[in-house]
C-alpha cells in the first residue's frame, strides 16, 4: 500500500515530467488509434459486406491450364487441335453441374441458361442489324457465310479455328451463327440474371416454365416494332442446320432491354444473333421440346476448311449463395469431390467488390505501416524519458532501498507510476483518435481515389484511350483475341473502374472507433508500460544503496 500511495505522489508532484509523458502517450495512442480503425474498418469492408451479399458463381474451364498441358515440349506453343479435342470432351453436362448443386456444398439456390440460334425463314420474321433496321435473308447470306467458317481468323482469335466454349461463366462465348438466339430459361431467378441485362415487360408476361408452356417466347420491342408483331401472334423461325425444320413460336410477351445496346457481342462483323435486340427468350423445357438440347451437336467448318463438330447450345450453369464463407466452402468442396484442376470456380461478384477496395487495400496498407512506425517510436521514446526519469531519481532510490523498501517494490513502484501516466495518456489519444478517425481515414481515401483516377488519366493520355488488361484475358478468366476488350468504364468522378464490370471504387470507410479499437490499444498501452516498466527494473536492480548515499555525500 505504501508503494501504490508514494507512487500516486510522485505522479502529482512531478507534473511538469508527467505532463510530457503524457502528451506523448496521448498523441502516440491517438496516431495508433485512427492507423487500426482504418485496418479495423477495411476488415469489416472486406468481409462482412460479402457475408451479407448474394453471390454468384460459375464454374469453366482453366484455359491456361489446358495450354500448358497440350503444349509442345520442343516448339514451346500449345498444339490447338490437340487443345480443341481436350477442351471439348472437358465440357460439363447438365448433370455434371447439378452434382455440385448441393446444399452440403453451401449452395442456396442455381439458375442456368441454354443458347442455341435459328435462322429466318423465307417471308417470316427479319432479324434487326445493329443499327436497328431489319436486315433481309439475301443481306445477311455473306454473314453467315463468314459465320460457317469462311471469316479470315485473326491473329490470337482462336473461335474461328473452331476453340469450343469454356462454358459455365456468364463470360463464355455465345453463339454467333444464324439470325437469332434462343435463350432458354430455367427459372424467374435465371431470367433476373439475363445476360442481355434486365429488362422490363411493355406488354403480356413473361412464359411459365411447364411443358404446358413449350413454345411460348418473349420478344424485345425492337424485333416487334420491326416485324409489326404483338402479343398473342405467332411466327416461325428455322433450324440453323436444316432450313426446311421450322418451329413454330407464341409471344405472349414484349419486353424493353433497360440498358439499350444495340451492338452486337463480337463487333459489327458478328452475326445478328449476337445482337440483343434479336434474342428470343423462353424456357428451357421449349428448347427441349424443339430438340435443341445439349445433346445435340452441329457441324462447323472453321477456316481453314477443317469440319468439326460442336454443341448446338451453349449451357451456362449459376451457383447462389448467401456470403463470402459459403461460396469458400463451396470452392473448398467442389475441389476435394473430384472437380478437376482444368477447371475454375470464379465469381463476378467477388471479383467486382474486391476491385472496388483497391483504394481502401492502398490506405490499409499504408494504415499498417504507421501503425509500426508509431508503435517502434513511441516505445524507444518512452523508454529514453524512463531512463532519464531514474537517473534523476537515483538517490530516491537509493534512500528507499537503504530504510529497508526491497528493490523489487521500488521497480514496482516506477511500473505503477508508468501505469497511471500512461492510462491518462491512453484516455486522452483514444479520445482524440475516436474524435478525428473518421475525417481523416477518407481525407486518406479520398487521396488514394484521386492518385487512381490521376494515374488512370495518365494512361488515357499515354495511349490516348484506357489500358487494356494482360494480353490474352477477358472477362471470367477466359481468352479473348486483339481488339475486343472495350474501354475500362468510369465512375461519375473520374475514377478507374474494373474491365468487364463497372466497378464504383470505395470512396468512403467508416473507421469507427468500437470496443475492440479499444481493447487493442488497451493492450498496447499495457505492452508499453511493461516494456518500460522492465527498464526500470533492470536499472533499480543495478544500483547500490550505500554506494548512492556516498555519491550524494
Known sequence: MFIVRNALHN???NKGRNALMIIIVAIITAAATVALAIVQAAERARTSALDDTTISAQ?????GAMIG???????????MQAMRESMASKQLTLDDYQKYDKSEYGVASSYYTETASAAAVDDGVEPVDSN???TNQEDQSATEQNQSGEQPQSPGDDRAGGMPDAGGGKGGMMMTTGDFSLVGFSSDEAIANALNGSFTMDSGQVFGYGTDDDGDVI???TLADANDLSVGGTFKVADITDD??????????????TTENTMPMGGPMASTASDPANAIYTSVSTLDALGLTGGKTIEITDARGNTRETQATQLSYTYVFDGKAQYDRFVADVKANGLGNEYTVSSADVEQYEASLVSLNNLATFAKSLLIVVLCVGAVVLVVLTIFNIRERKYEIGVLTAIGVKKAKV???FAIELLAVTA???ALGVGVGAAVSVPVSNSLLASQVEAQATQQQQQRAQFGRDMQPPSGVGQDGATTGEGSLSEAPKDDNGAPQQWGHATQMVSKVNATVNWATIGWMLLIGIGLTLLASLVAAVFVMRYEPLQILADRS
Open 424 to 426: 491518462i495518456g491512453l
Open 219 to 221: 420478344i424485345s420491342k
Open 59 to 63: 464454374i469453366s474451364i482453366d484455359r
Open 411 to 413: 521497480a514496482a513502484q
Open 69 to 79: 498441358k497440350t503444349r509442345d515440349a520442343q516448339s514451346g506453343g500449345a498444339d
Open 11 to 13: 505522479v502529482v508532484r
Open 244 to 257: 426446311t425444320k421450322t418451329y413454330t413460336l407464341t409471344i405472349v410477351g414484349i419486353y424493353s432491354n
Open 132 to 134: 436497328g433496321t431489319v
